[in-house]
């Protein structure tokens, strides 16, 4: 840090940070990443891929015209200094925690994000969206998207760059390379993206001004350099990939030289040259913090921190995560079964699966952001007898839908599809949320779907997904950790489409699907306190549903409260399709669905957005109260 008057508070917004002296934007650019790092300390979050743009996000708003120009940062994981730098610095600090800034891009957050992100690889169709319309309207405006390297992997980018490449439209693509996604990054495409590099130098500022001026006034000149461009492609192994899909390729640039960034922005800027560019601009993930720089990966995702020594205040669990017993019964299935693979798109620590691929690395494949290619990936593996295991998160399982209808639920495959992070997941929010995949998978024919209520149900259910062999399955569980239970060595296979009764009861019964249970019983007790006593069921299967358990219940008690974390159209919707069809709705029966409400829920604890979405245990006995015309109205409050 420099020991100068703090350029940062005098700005406040990208006009102030214009009214500066070039020569002061290193100073400014320090400031900002250590404002970043401190906001960071105090509220966790995503600080790795923010640091390494620092300069990047100082230049671009330096030199483009924000927010009559469009800027949309891929992911939005790395925005923070963007929101410091775009009149959300007061607000920095309240970063992911509830009624705060959000940890991604959000439109309704500022006119500074024009397009909201979170899920990869979006940017450059968006910014291509805009600049088309906004030419088709007669406005002049430069549209940028930065994507990183990793989300450089998944397809949509290519389908955005194909679409660019054909088109007169000017566009600008900055590939912000730091060679890492959240792990390592893997495949063909990293590959060159490292050949290229290690086999060309950075430009110099020499080469940057013949480049850039190459951003020709006239298409024809265009034509007559391509060869020239194509030539130096194959020289430097830089930028190849881009130019044959139509780019102009500008770089590699040192994403932390600003005096290196500025001129060819400027440039940029200033040309009217129509069609794509794509910048490919090189920087270090967690960039200027040594903690970060020295750790495996670089502070992608950090809790709160200690800013002198970078060291996490990482709570002691309580109990094994779930997504660590996953693992744990997943390693166990496929010791005693060779054709048992794993599969996950760019997400190996998150999902387990890093665990799963020490113990069995030849069986693990890790195939990048790749959501939609992992499903038909795993189909694949599925018509040849291999027993698949597809490791997604729930909302990151929704870029593949049509995979999994198509390729997967069609043709009937086996297909496993282990769904982490289902339901609400605190801090992350409303992108993030995976709230629709029971009402998403549950209207397709040949699944098995389950939900378990903990973790030693978990475990059972993927000793039930790898003995079905005949159809696609599908188990959800949550973000965060079981309830402690002792676990054994191997899960037990479940009788197919079998729920069963936790607590018998007379008067309400509640039907649980997933890990909500902790409150239903929870209610139970409340209830039971009250005189009114439950039959608490566990359904474990949505599909095929227990019908006969469903009829039971039914008709043995005054209310049916069914209960999930998940969007209108899940579990309940296939217990009051069956209740209607069977005729039990006739009989007077007083249903409740509690599900998910009908809205977007914004980041918090997790504690405080169940209390949003209703799903705790006092809504469960407000609910059962008011069904039975004995409202506790506050309960509800
Ligand atoms: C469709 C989708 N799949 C997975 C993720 C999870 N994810 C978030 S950031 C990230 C890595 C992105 O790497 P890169 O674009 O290179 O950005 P960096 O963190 O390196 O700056 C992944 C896999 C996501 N956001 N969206
Ligand atoms: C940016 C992104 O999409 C991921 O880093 C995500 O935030 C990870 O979530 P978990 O912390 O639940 O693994
Ligand atoms: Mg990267």
């Not at 650019?29 to 995503?46: F, K, N, Y």
């Not at 483009?64 to 610095?89: M, N, S």
């Not at 290229?196 to 006239?218: E, G, M, Q, W, Y």
């Not at 009861?505 to 039971?528: P, Q, S, W």
């Amino acid at each position: 840090m420099t020991s100068k008057t703090p350029l940062l508070d005098r700005v406040v917004t990208p006009a102030q940070l214009r009214q500066l002296d070039p020569s002061d934007l290193r100073q400014l650019a320090d400031e900002l990443r250590q404002e970043t790092i401190d906001a960071v300390s105090v509220t966790g979050g995503h600080l790795g891929a923010g640091l390494g743009v620092v300069e990047l996000t100082t230049a671009i708003h330096y030199v483009f015209d924000t927010p009559y120009d469009r800027l949309i940062w891929d992911v939005g994981h790395q925005a923070y200094p963007h929101k410091i730098l775009t009149g959300r610095r007061d607000r920095i600090r309240t970063l992911r925690q509830g009624g705060g800034l959000s940890g991604f891009v959000k439109r309704s957050e500022s006119e500074y994000d024009p397009f909201g992100t979170a899920h990869s690889s979006t940017s450059i169709s968006a910014a291509l969206g805009m600049a088309v319309g906004s030419e088709m309207q007669g406005r002049k405006r430069a549209c940028i998207a930065v994507i990183g390297d990793g989300s450089m992997s998944a397809g949509m980018a290519y389908e955005a760059m194909n679409n660019a490449g054909s088109l007169d439209t000017k566009l600008i693509v900055i590939l912000n390379d730091n060679n890492m996604s959240i792990a390592p990054p893997v495949g063909a495409l990293s590959a060159y993206l490292s050949r290229s590099l290690s086999s060309t130098s950075f430009r110099s500022l020499r080469h940057f001004a013949k480049d850039v001026s190459r951003i020709l006034p006239n298409r024809l000149q265009k034509m007559a350099a391509r060869a020239e461009e194509y030539a130096r492609g194959i020289i430097s192994g830089g930028g190849t990939l881009f130019e044959e899909l139509g780019f102009y390729y500008v770089g590699p640039i040192d994403g932390h030289n600003i005096d290196h960034l500025l001129p060819v922005l400027q440039n940029l800027a200033k040309s009217d040259e129509p069609g794509p560019v794509l910048v490919h601009v090189v920087t270090q993930k967690g960039k200027g913090y040594a903690p970060a720089e020295n750790s495996a990966d670089r502070y992608h995702g950090v809790v709160k921190f200690d800013v002198a020594t970078g060291v996490q205040q990482k709570s002691a669990p309580k109990a094994p995560s779930y997504t660590g017993v996953y693992a744990k019964a997943l390693i166990a299935e496929a010791k005693a079964d060779d054709k048992i693979v794993a599969v996950t798109a760019a997400m190996p620590s998150g999902t387990g699966l890093d665990a799963f691929g020490k113990e069995f690395p030849d069986r693990t494949f890790d195939v990048a952001i790749a959501e939609q290619h992992a499903v038909t990936f795993c189909a694949g593996m599925a018509t040849e007898g291999m027993k698949p295991f597809c490791t997604i998160y729930s909302t990151f399982l929704q870029r593949g839908y049509d995979q999994v209808v198509h390729d997967v639920a069609i043709q009937s495959l086996p297909v496993r599809f282990a769904i982490d992070r289902a339901g609400l997941v605190g801090a992350d929010g409303q992108t993030h949320a995976g709230n629709y995949d029971i009402a998403y998978l549950g209207c397709l024919p040949n699944f098995v779907l389950m939900a378990p209520s903990d973790e030693l149900e978990l475990m059972h259910m993927v000793a039930t997904a790898a003995a079905i062999d005949d159809r696609p399955v599908a188990f959800r569980y949550p973000r965060g950790e079981g309830i402690g239970l002792d676990l054994p060595t191997r899960g037990e296979v479940l009788p197919i489409g079998k729920g069963r009764i936790v607590r018998e009861g007379t008067k309400i019964a509640i039907l649980n699907y997933g890990t909500r249970m902790v409150e239903v019983l929870k209610a139970a007790d409340e209830l039971g306190a009250k005189g009114l006593s439950c039959t608490v069921a566990d359904a474990r299967f949505c599909k095929p549903l227990d019908e006969d358990l469903v009829k039971r219940l039914a008709r043995e008690h005054e209310v049916l409260i069914t209960i999930e974390e998940g969007a209108i159209g899940g579990f309940a919707a296939h217990v009051l399709q069956f209740l209607a069809k069977s005729g039990a709705l006739d009989k007077g029966l007083k249903i409740r669905p509690m599900t998910l409400p009908d809205t977007c829920i914004d980041h918090d604890a997790p504690q405080k957005q169940y209390d949003v979405a209703c799903l705790n245990a006092r809504h469960i006995v407000s609910e059962a109260l008011t069904a039975l015309g004995v409202a506790e109205a506050s309960a509800r409050a």
